[in-house]
């Protein structure tokens, strides 16, 4: 009997494992995106607001349920990227498990959404796109969402999460706000951009002087300008400095 229950407790202990694996495996996990990055993934970027929720039926699954959907409606107010008709309707997943997003309603708290577009006036989005308070963005941000990120979409931003980092193209701008600050909200996205030059290589560059540092992965300028691209590779050979 006693092994018997000895059995039974680790059969169960098994379970509760597996169960809980499985909940992690479903779990939502997103890589962090550089705002920029976010914004030319996208294919509609508005600034809205919501007004109501209601859980809806999106059709069914291979097993005829019901698949349920959040449904938003929202007031759009500036639309920066996406088609001529304005969004109506934003489409989430039920649960934050699931990547589904919450957003505040009331029409109260303004929004800066990427998504993508499902069309006539209907917007998808997850955890996983860039979805943030208007008031959190930076005015250089806000500005940049106009004409500059898009001058950038060519380009392709790697973000660095430890040093040394590597690019493997002259199209590629290294995103280190992590290393410098261990935070992906930093200064380098809040007041920088990837934009595409004329030789058809891409360079992280602010629209005019942040307030406090900018970013350069050189020794000097004047030796950074000195140095072959192709050996500007990894982030152990150089420092950020203060221009």
Known sequence: MGSAARSLRLALGLLLLLGTLLRRADACSCSPVHPQQAFC?????????AVSVKEVDSGNDIYGNPIKRIQYEIKQIKMF????????????????AVCGVSLDIGGKKEYLI????????KLHITLCDFIVPWDTLSTTQKKSLNHRYQMGCECKITRCPMIPCYISSPDECLWM??????NINGHQAKFFA???RSDGSCACTAERRPP?????ISRTRKQANSIPFGQRKSLQEFRLVQL
Request: proline share 4%; glycine share 8%.
């Open 41 to 49: 993934n996208a294919d509609v970027v508005i600034r809205a607001k």
């Open 81 to 96: 990227k996406g088609p001529d008709k304005d969004i109506e309707f934003i489409y989430t997943a039920p649960s934050s």
């Open 114 to 121: 990427a998504g993508k577009a499902e069309g006539n006036g």
């Open 177 to 182: 706000d992590w290393v410098t600050e261990k």
């Open 194 to 196: 990837c934009i595409k």
């Open 212 to 216: 406090s540092r900018n970013f350069s």
